[in-house]
């Protein structure tokens, strides 16, 4: 198979807020059209992450010059949910890439790809400061309201129960705003969503617009009929795909009919000519930008590791004054979730250590986010926690500390991330400390996965999971799998634990490495280890913080456990650069702005 065109990341210092994105070059002459695509917002834009990445690598096979970018407060790109003007900066950021996207390719015309919220804003754009061409539009909700309103309703639905039991609540958002799926809304930028329409006048600018449908559902006829009355030759397409391609991140299907009909629909737009790109081969990494978020400030460029014949990609986020004490940062994949982190936690953490004087990385690995490799075997839990993962953090690490950017290495990861740094930990000295969030395991064998089902049969002698059966909630092919593992169940409840985890926290113990176990409530390791008597001997290991998380969801959805999460990041940093501090003798103590 054909390797994909070229990528690189591009960091955009074109309006207030920098803007990260990756421009896909084809690999001779490009087509007269060039591609913007604009993502969807929250946890859509998580899940079809490599959905999207496989669109512009196959829009660059085809011709087409094609950039991807984060919104403004989204993604690796700067600010906060927080920030004033949010529209207005989403607007303008689609207005500003399409303008250097036009100056750097060369090309004649630019097309846009509106995916869900980006449609409506792509839309918006197109109506006024935006120099768009062709625009096509993917699940957009018609109006800013409709919007608000479906993420009012996912909000509703969610079961977010920031604690478990009768304990009081810590605080949560303040009044007026919104959370769905763990990414907020501010009030202002609610309020200047809600009056957007797509049926109000129509783009004069815009010369083609395709419509797709969303899985069944048909186009606007309204939508159509102004467009049309505008003068914009206007075509519809069925596009079936969009739900399976933002399920999520570990098992996001890629479209292709609905890339193919795209395709085709760009290939009829009529051009003055096909000329080759104007800078064909791929410019220098740019030296970076200074972002801002929460009050923190911190010098962020592309990171790109050539290693095993792969290209893992991630961000640095550098201090604008280090603190000494060769400490650095490193932020593991969450499972499939792409470097941001659950919630985009990783960014904000990132960039608080980088304002803290410590650089800090947040990394993708091999077939996750946007670094090479095959992202279909995530589909079973179990390849996540193969060695080749482990392996690819150490190499990180080499890069790291051959660009003199750390000595001491500080990881954290949640899920799959906090095993690869757990093991990371325990086989290198360069590791000083491992934050675990919700670690999926410490160490691992296939037959976990079964055995973490044959223990939850014991939950169909509760009340509640027998209303769940008699109410048909639990599948009958749920119920087989239960039940094939069941006879395990009694063993299993005694065994998980094994005694090569007490070698590898005594492995831990003689290099002096800080390990935080962090938990939600009911989370299967915590679990097991204290079903194994771990927790229960953790006097042997002075080196161990046990730590408890607010609620009992796994990602940390809800905005008290981000916070928790955040303070808990924050206070294990200062005492790791305490410890740097001692080592070097000296150095700056830990101070976040905005923390």
């Not at 009911?522 to 913080?545: F, K, N, Q, S």
Request: with cysteine; hydrophobic share 45%; glycine share 10%.
């Amino acid at each position: 198979m054909r390797a994909p065109p070229s990528a690189r990341a591009v960091q955009l210092d074109l309006a207030r807020d920098a803007i990260f994105g990756h421009l896909h070059v084809p690999a001779n002459a490009a087509h007269a059209t060039a591609v913007l695509i604009v993502p969807p917002w929250g946890w859509d834009a998580v899940a079809a992450h490599r959905s999207v990445r496989a669109w512009a690598q196959q829009l660059a096979g085809a011709g087409h010059v094609t950039l991807r970018f984060d919104l403004p407060s989204t993604g690796d790109s700067g600010g906060a949910p927080g920030d004033p003007g949010l529209l207005d900066a989403w607007v303008g950021a689609i207005a500003a890439t399409a303008d250097w996207l036009r100056a750097e390719s060369g090309c004649d015309r630019i097309a846009a790809i509106g995916l869900g919220l980006g449609g409506l804003l792509a839309g918006v754009a197109a109506a006024g400061p935006a120099r768009l061409d062709d625009l096509v539009l993917w699940a957009a909700p018609l109006r800013g309201r409709a919007f608000v309103r479906e993420q009012q309703a996912f909000s509703a639905l969610q079961d977010s129960r920031p604690t478990a039991g009768d304990a009081p609540e810590p605080p949560g958002l303040p009044d007026g705003w919104l959370e769905a799926g763990g990414f907020v809304l501010a009030p202002p930028t609610i309020a200047a969503l809600e009056p957007l329409d797509l049926r109000a006048p129509a783009p004069v600018r815009l010369r083609r617009a395709l419509l797709l449908e969303r899985d069944g559902v048909a186009v606007d006829v309204a939508v159509r009929t102004r467009l049309q009355d505008a003068g914009v030759d206007v075509a519809t397409s069925p596009g079936a795909g969009w739900a399976a391609m933002v399920a999520h991140p570990e098992h996001s299907a890629a479209p292709e009919e609905v890339f193919a009909a795209v395709r085709l629909w760009l290939a009829q737009a009529r051009t003055d000519r096909i000329r080759p790109l104007l800078r064909p081969a791929p410019a220098p990494a740019p030296a970076g930008v200074v972002v801002a978020s929460h009050g923190t400030r911190a010098h962020e460029s592309p990171f790109v590791l050539q290693t095993r014949g792969r290209r893992l990609s991630g961000v640095l986020a550098q201090p604008l004054q280090p603190a000494g004490g060769g400490l650095c940062g490193v932020f593991l994949n969450a499972g499939a979730v792409r470097r941001i982190g659950p919630n985009r936690l990783w960014v904000e953490a990132a960039r608080r250590w980088a304002a803290a004087g410590v650089p800090s990385l947040r990394i993708d690995l091999d077939g996750i986010g946007d670094s090479d490799g095959d992202d279909v075997r995530f589909a079973d839990v179990r390849a996540f926690y193969r060695r080749d993962l482990v392996d690819a953090v150490a190499a990180v690490l080499d890069e790291l500390q051959s660009r003199g950017l750390g000595e001491h290495f500080v990881l954290s990861g949640l899920c799959s991330g906090g095993y690869w740094a757990f093991q990371t930990a325990v086989q290198d000295v360069r590791v000083s400390a491992a934050v675990l969030l919700n670690a999926g395991a410490l160490e691992w064998d296939d037959e976990l996965v079964t055995e973490r089902e044959a223990r939850k049969v014991t939950r169909l002698h509760e009340l509640d999971s027998w209303r769940r059966v008699l109410r048909g909630d639990v599948t009958k092919a749920r119920m087989r799998a239960v039940a094939g593992a069941c006879a395990r169940s009694v063993i299993v409840r005694h065994r998980r634990v094994t005694p090569g985890i007490d070698s590898q926290l005594d492995r831990l113990r003689q290099t002096s490495t800080s390990l935080v176990l962090a938990f939600s409530a009911g989370e299967a390791l915590h679990a097991e280890l204290a079903a194994g008597g771990v927790l229960a001997r953790l006097e042997r290991w002075p080196d161990i913080a046990l730590e408890r998380l607010p609620g009992h969801d796994h990602t940390l959805r809800p905005i008290p456990a981000q916070r928790a999460a955040l303070a808990l990041l924050d206070r294990h940093l200062a005492a790791e650069l305490a410890r740097a501090g001692a080592r070097a003798g000296g150095g700056r103590g830990f101070d976040v702005v905005g923390a």
